[in-house]
């Protein structure tokens, strides 16, 4: 009988990776150590991968060096040419390939149990075996194609609108209830039928799961099924009794559950509303304002809002989803270096659901040259827009909205927005007065006395304010 | 190991998940989810493993297409990471 026992050099190995693996989590706690500690993850994942083969795969190193060399190059490539804009899609993208790898070597174990060391010799599967390859298996499917779908709505292939199916709950629970009936039933009867369609039944959760939340929601689902990803790795740990991988997908899982928890709390939803989605569903062109008051409110220029900030003292400029999508985050750079050089102090707000994920903007800041301590998060800057001369509202919308704080019936009471109505000035750059934020309410910003609308594409806006800089 | 010491670990790390990972700066949440994909593809061990098995054909072509995939998430994701962290940059002292 052929029993395959880790070495005791081995598992040390394994344990050294997963302790990399948490230094490469403790560097991100500041983007000086952030650097050393994604080096430590490197070395992590080598030491992993070596291992492995040094216990396993010598004899068919030459297929496996090709898998290596195939995936790692499209990888490397992706990884090089990818736009920051585009980071959300990239990190769904990635999400779907781990849940899939975890479906495969699931499935890899099943048809192979003796290699994996969690069969006896007849071949027979050990029952808590079953249980965790069933888990980890259905929990890579749902990861799979929940991030396929994430990947295609915020790549915008498919509408960012939720797609609501009738009966949707009920369907959705009934099939969960049977994944779980099947791992249960799958302790009893190792047939290819059951894991099969344990599969199946994942594969279509994961998709079933997703189309109904809307664009909004994005960052909560992508920090979701970050964390799916992590139970997935976790599951084929300890199928495969290996502490490198339990220890990552423990640090992975609470990662993904954190940042989903700190991005429903920003916009004051539960994570069930998310789950059962559906927000968003208003259209966000405006239209529906017929039946609204026209407010009056005040349209600026460049010249203007030019002019006004080189008086300014302090300016503080508040960065959305539009910035991005107008690829406005250089030029917006260009205008925080002209007005320094007037001895205006300028800074950075941002909210935590700027963006389409969690950091989103703070990245495409950093690319544009912003230095890191100039850029602040909501609770640090809030206190200072009383102080604040001008606040600079780019591509942002909802989270400047005092309705937040004000109006119980607004969709988006609760969620904490920045105090812009404190300042001085408040300079709002948007398209047109039609459209409304993704939560599709209006914004009493828009109307204040205070308030100067540049109303044009936000790249084009802020070339026009610093052609008026320059002079 | 046993059952009992697996479950140890893994509750232990979770908890240790949990402090490190609040600890991460808001700024980095971006490099944290995309290192997060990184690791998580340390579940290229198990791909390794019936990739290099014999006794079953589809076994180890399933391993080898797993390796494949991890391998783009490996690779990809520690670039991407370090490419985003090589951006976040202090103020110049004049």
């Known amino acids: 009988m052929e029993h395959i026992t880790t070495p005791p050099w081995a598992m040390l190995a394994y344990l050294a990776a997963g302790v990399l693996f948490i230094m490469a989590l403790r560097g991100l706690s500041s983007p000086a150590t952030s650097r050393a500690g994604n080096r430590y993850g490197i070395v992590g994942m080598t030491i992993a991968m070596v291992t492995t083969l040094a216990t396993h795969g010598l004899a068919s190193l030459p297929e496996i060096a090709g898998a290596i060399a195939v995936g790692g190059g499209l990888g490397f490539v992706t990884a090089r040419k990818i736009k920051m804009t585009d980071m959300p899609q990239l990190v769904a993208a990635f999400h779907s390939l781990v849940g899939l790898a975890a479906v495969l070597v699931g499935l890899a174990a099943y048809l192979n149990p003796i290699a994996f060391g969690i069969a006896g010799p007849d071949g027979v599967i050990e029952v808590q075996s079953r249980i965790e390859m069933g888990l980890g298996i259905a929990i890579g499917a749902i990861t799979f194609s929940g991030s396929v779908i994430a990947f295609l709505k915020l790549n915008g292939n498919m509408s960012g609108a939720p797609i609501m199916l009738p009966g949707r709950h009920a369907i959705n629970l009934g099939t969960l209830l049977a994944i779980l009936g099947l791992v249960g039933y799958f302790t009893q009867d190792q047939a290819p039928w059951v894991i099969a369609v344990i599969t199946a039944l994942s594969f279509a959760i994961g998709f079933l799961l997703i189309i109904p939340i809307g664009g909004a929601d994005m960052p909560v689902v992508v920090s979701m099924l970050n964390s799916y990803s992590g139970w997935a790795a976790a599951a084929m740990g300890f199928t495969l009794h290996n502490t490198a991988m339990i220890i990552t997908g423990a640090l992975v899982g609470s990662s993904g559950a954190i940042l989903s928890y700190i991005m429903c709390k920003a916009m004051n939803r539960s994570f069930i509303s998310v789950i059962a989605g559906g927000f968003g569903a208003a259209p966000e062109a405006g239209g529906g304002g017929a039946a609204k008051v026209q407010r009056p409110w005040k349209r600026g220029s460049a010249e203007d809002a030019a002019f006004l900030m080189k008086e300014a003292e302090n300016v503080i400029i508040i960065p959305g989803y539009g910035m991005a999508v107008a690829q406005a985050q250089h030029v917006l750079r260009e205008m925080g270096d002209l007005l320094k050089k007037e001895g205006v102090n300028v800074k950075y707000a941002i909210h935590p659901v700027a963006g389409r994920m969690p950091g989103h903007m703070n990245v495409l800041l950093a690319e544009a040259n912003v230095p890191y301590d100039e850029v602040f998060e909501l609770e640090d800057i809030n206190g200072e827009f009383a102080q604040a001369d001008v606040a600079f509202i780019i591509g942002a919308n909802d989270v400047v909205n005092p309705a937040a704080k004000t109006d119980k019936s607004s969709p988006i009471y609760g969620m904490p927005v920045f105090d812009v109505d404190k300042a001085k000035t408040v300079m709002f750059i948007k398209r047109s007065m039609g459209g409304v934020g993704y939560a599709g309410v209006d914004n009493d910003v828009f109307y204040m006395d205070q308030t100067m609308m540049l109303l044009a594409d936000a790249k084009k806006m802020v070339e026009d304010i610093n052609k008026a800089l320059a002079h | ?94």
């Open chain 2, 1 to 94: 190991m046993d059952f009992i010491s697996i479950l140890s670990i893994f509750v232990m790390a979770c908890f240790v998940g949990y402090y490190v990972v609040w600890s991460v700066t808001p700024a980095l949440h971006t490099p944290l989810m995309a290192v997060t994909n990184a690791i998580s593809s340390v579940i290229v061990v198990g791909a390794l493993v019936a990739g290099a098995a014999e006794g079953s054909v589809i076994s180890k072509w399933l391993g080898l297409g797993a390796v494949v995939l991890a391998s783009v998430n490996i690779f990809g994701g520690f670039a991407v990471t370090e490419r985003m962290l090589a951006m976040y940059k202090k103020k110049e002292k004049k």
